[in-house]
């Protein structure tokens, strides 16, 4: 079905593992992005991508790394987890940054995972 | 930090009654997003209304841009339970690149 999908939808793990989060999408948008939504603090942008091979840092970015080797998939790394990022992890795609040649940068959002680092 | 700030943080109404709530930025902007947020689930994509734009509607939406207030309002025209989720502004400033959300209007729509 086409759409933004993400992958798991919930996860537990421990401090100090790593841990990957999925991401896929069906339009073939150009950006994509990872945020994070905690009480309190709404949703902060923790990576961006404009394109394969494009990658820039967010609001908060340290602790995870992101790689987009395919238009379609943008992967969220916790290299090593803290219980700090224990969190709500959305990922989102657009067409575009701005309104740019009739394109818009409305962004839709995959369902989000859950992630919980004990 | 973020650029939008939602008012009020929560409102409950009764069904058929109209909400209204309101989102304040900092910077100027290229244009402004409604988000809406159910629970458990992903953002869904209301409304934009760009920066020379003062007022646009969709179905029972209705969003308003002032800019030299640097303020905008969503209003909800007869509401109903299904509306009962999070609501949330989104900026893309001015000659920026990243779109940043506020934290959000908890709206409850009541039978």
């Known amino acids: 079905d086409a759409g933004i999908t993400q992958s798991p939808r919930y996860k537990i793990t421990e401090t100090g593992r790593q841990v990957t989060l999925m991401c896929h999408q069906t339009?073939?948008?150009?950006?994509m992005f990872w945020y994070r939504q905690d009480l309190g603090h709404g949703l902060r942008l923790i990576y961006y991508?404009?394109?394969?091979?494009?990658?820039d840092k967010g609001e908060v970015p340290d602790g995870y790394v992101v790689s987009r080797s395919k238009t379609e998939n943008f992967p969220l790394t916790l290299e090593s987890a803290t219980r700090s990022q224990t969190s709500v992890y959305f990922c989102?795609?657009?067409?575009?940054?701005?309104?740019?040649?009739?394109?818009?940068?409305?962004?839709?959002f995959g369902p989000g995972t859950r992630l919980t680092v004990l | 930090s973020q650029q939008g700030e939602e008012d009020p943080q929560a409102l409950s109404i009764q069904e058929g009654e109209n909400a209204t709530m309101n989102c304040s930025y900092k910077?100027?902007?290229?244009?402004l997003q409604w988000y809406r947020q159910n629970s458990g689930r992903g953002l869904v994509h209301l409304i934009l209304?760009?920066?020379?734009?003062r007022e646009k509607h969709s179905g029972r939406l209705r969003v308003t841009l002032d800019t030299s207030k640097k303020s905008s309002s969503l209003l909800i025209t007869a509401s109903r339970a299904a509306d009962t989720a999070s609501y949330f502004c989104?900026?893309?400033?001015?000659?920026?690149?990243?779109?940043?959300f506020g934290t959000g209007t908890q709206l409850k729509v009541e039978l």
């Open positions: 339009w073939s948008h150009s950006y």
């Open positions: 991508s404009a394109a394969a091979d494009i990658t």
């Open positions: 209304i760009r920066s020379n734009e």
């Open positions: 910077t100027s902007i290229n244009n």
């Open positions: 989104a900026t893309l400033p001015g000659g920026g690149n990243k779109l940043t």
């Open positions: 989102a795609s657009s067409e575009s940054r701005g309104e740019v040649a009739g394109k818009t940068d409305t962004q839709y």
